[in-house]
Each structure stands twice: as C-alpha cells, then as structure tokens.
C-alpha cells in the first residue's frame, strides 16, 4: 500500500445525479449568516477546470486563488491522462479580481498544475517535462515554482525522473518528493527510491528518513520547519506497506514524532508554530485516531466513541477540524480546541462530514455527506462560525447562481472560500465565494460578482467533480482511510 503524499483522502466520487438545489431565496439575512457572492473562474477553452483538496493551500489572504484549467487540446497522454475522467490538457492558473493568469508550463510539457501559494504570491506546483520514465514508459513530471511571473524548475534528486512540490513558504523554501535512480521494490511511488527535499536557491536537498528507504514533505511553514511521512524501517506494514512515522525537520534534523502502537503514522499538517497534526494506527493497525504534536508531546486527540479519526489542518492558534468517528462509526466534521472535541455533525438528516479547513477567525468549512461511503454526488459544501452547527454554503449564495456547491476545500482570514461547484451543463471547477461585507439585499441574497452564469439545470455527468485528486499519477493514501470506509459504511442501516 502507498504512503499519503499532498494529504489527499482516497474518495472515489460516483457519476450519480444530484438535483440542482434552488431556493426562493438565501436565508442568511434572517438567520444572521454572512452571504457569499459566486465568482466563477473561466477555463482555458476546454471543460473543467481543476484545484487541490484537503487543506492545501490554495487561497491566500490577498485573494488569490490558484488550480489549473483545461483547454481544448487533448491530452497527449490518452493510456494514462493526466486527470482521470479527463483527457485534456490542463494549465495551471491563477486568479484575483477576475483576471486569470496562464502559468504555462515547462518547455515540452504539457500539462501543470498549482499545489500552493504563500502570502507574498509565491505558488508551488507540478509541471510534465515531455520526457518518459524509462523503466516503467510513463510520462515525468518536476516540481516548479511560480515567482515574480517565472517558471523555476525545481530539478530532481540524483539522477531520478520525477518530482513533485507540495508546499512552498514565503521565503521561496519548496518541499515535496523526488526519486532517485535508485530501484526500490518499496517505493512509495513507482519504482525508484522516494525522498523528501527541501529546495531552496536552486538546490535540492535530500532530508533523509527516519531509517526506512522513502519519505515525503507535505508541510513547510514560514519559520523553515518541515512535516512529513517516513519508512522507519524494512518491518512490512499493512495499510502503508513499510513501518511509517511522522516526521519534523528542523536545524538539519529529522525527528520522529512517535506513535499510538500501530505500524502507520502520517502528517498532515503544520502550522507556524512547529505544531503538526495528523493520524496514527494504534496496536493491531484496526484503530486509527487523530493526533496533535506538541514540543515534543504525541497527544491523542480522541474520537465521538468510533474507532477513526483524522485530523487534516491546524491554526496558528492550535485549532484543528477534521473528523472523528461517532459510536456508530458515522463520520463526523470535528473541532479540538485545547483537548476538548467539539462535534459539528452534519447537515440535515446527512449521516457523515468532514472538515477541511480553518481561518484565523475560527471559521471551518468543509463537505457533507449522506452516508461515509463518500461515493455519491450528493455531496454539499458547508461552513461552521467558532464550532456552531454546520450551514449549507448553497444557502448563503444568490439562488441565480446556478451552482451547486459540493465542496468547500479552503477558507482564508478574510472569510473568503475556494470550493468545487459542479454546472447545469456537466461540467465542473473551482469557484470563489466572497463575503457580502453587510451588501445582502433586503430580500436576504446579495449579486453576483459580474462573471457569467450556466442557465441550463444539471445534467448527468462523467466528471469526477474533485479536481486533480483522484487522478492516476498519484500515490494513494493508506488503505487506513479506505479500510475504514468500506468496514463501517457497510455495517451501517440503509437510509431512507
């Protein structure tokens, strides 16, 4: 089983259809609750358009909001496209105030995508090269960095094909993974040795590991500190394939942050005061709860009584959403607040959620669900106020929108939310929903933000409307979470 590497949640999506959600009108002037202007980001001729989930950051405070967009070529890459579902060449892009810049991508390559920008508009990301992997055929890509309207190739790590960035600071420091030449039968990804690097002024570096043969950088924050996953040993591993722990780098030394007992232990995130967060099996590799590390201190975060939780982002403040098990192992969106789990439930008679991300101000969104099987396009896009009960965002949009908001993947500290609409014509993308600021209409909505609007109501659709996030060329998060997913979804009574 593969190691988690951009902290993506193995969630296969079906192609079930989800009626379009319309209302007279948004409640939010009546029950107090801010309304959100749709501002929708074009594509570069194709059909979709694309963005990274699970708390990577693809939003920043200035308002930049960062994916990739597809055109109309197709992609040169049919047996093995670069988005599963999705055979077209994407670009990565940028967008603020309407205005959507092309990135491009490397001389060769065809296709880019975007992984994470810093305050100060530095954006990590991922571009094809043009060349094959020569031992398995397939195509290669390097991780970039976008700076002052540049395209740096960040290289590879010994002689390897492939590298991937996963999170840069505002000092341009960019992390991620490399291969190297060196064949490994237990490589995280594909066939070679798997490292994390930190890359800074045009070196990159190889952080070592916690004593296995691959690691991975998922998190890098404004001080230089580094999270991540790593072997610590030949010992196989169920759900990871080799012994796993989680990992700081820092001062030129990696640290394990230890375990709950069981072989696999993970970040997922970092937060500008050293502080990570992230999941560990306990003994057996059956139970799976969230953890917060803490100047040196491993704490279990706990679960609502189930036997699964994780915990997928971190404050500056030391706030963490993700989710946890209820005793009858129905996901739930959670928030721990100094030790204390506070659960945020889900929408309506919807049985499961999950919280993705948080501001400085407390503000959580994130997805619900109507079952923790997650395979249904019957997903809604939510927001929580300082741990209150979740709000479906498609009620606090003007309802001429016509979008309908699954996923809410990232909010910013001026209440700003990148999110995953799906179209009335099939398609799919990132939107962007913008705070009213007091401009609600009398009637409780509040206009749109000029862009152009899809008039026709949802049709079926093939699309996996999750972006880059499921798509082949990326190695697979522990079979901890899918495992999990199927053992309680299908012990579960069927729903009305």
Known sequence: ???????ILNIALSTLVYPFLTTAQSPAAASGQTAYNVVFTPTFGGTDSHIFRDGAHVLNNAGTLIGSADTAQPDPYPENCFNDGDCHIARA????RGQTTNLGSMPGGANSETSWITPNGLIAGNSQNGMKDPLSGDWNMHGVLWKHGE?????TLDGGHLSIASAVNSSGEVVGLSLNSTQDPYSIWGFYQTRAYLWKDGVMRDLGTLGGPDAVAVRINEMGQ???????SFTPSGPCGLVTGAFLWEDGKMIDLGRF?????TVNDLNNRGQVVGSSLLPGDQLQHPFLWDRGKLIDLGTLGGDFGLALAINDSGFVVGLAATAENRFHAALWIDGKLIDLRALGIDGCSLASSLNAQGQIVGLSSPDCSFDELTLR???????GPAVDLNSLIPPNSKVQLRNALFINDRGEIAAVGAFPDGTHGPVLLVPCNGLETETGGCSNAGQNLHPQTIQPSSAVPWASDVASHRPRFPRMWSTAVGKFSHSQPAKD
Not at 93 to 96: A, D, E, K, T, V
Not at 226 to 232: N, P, V
């Open 1 to 7: 089983m593969l190691l988690k590497l951009l902290i």
């Open 261 to 265: 007992g069981g072989t696999c232990t």
């Open 93 to 96: 892009f940028s967008f603020r």
């Open 151 to 155: 395209l740096i190739d960040l290289g």
């Open 226 to 232: 580094i999270a991540g996953s790593s072997y610590t």
């Open 381 to 387: 896009a939510f927001i929580s106020e300082n741990g």
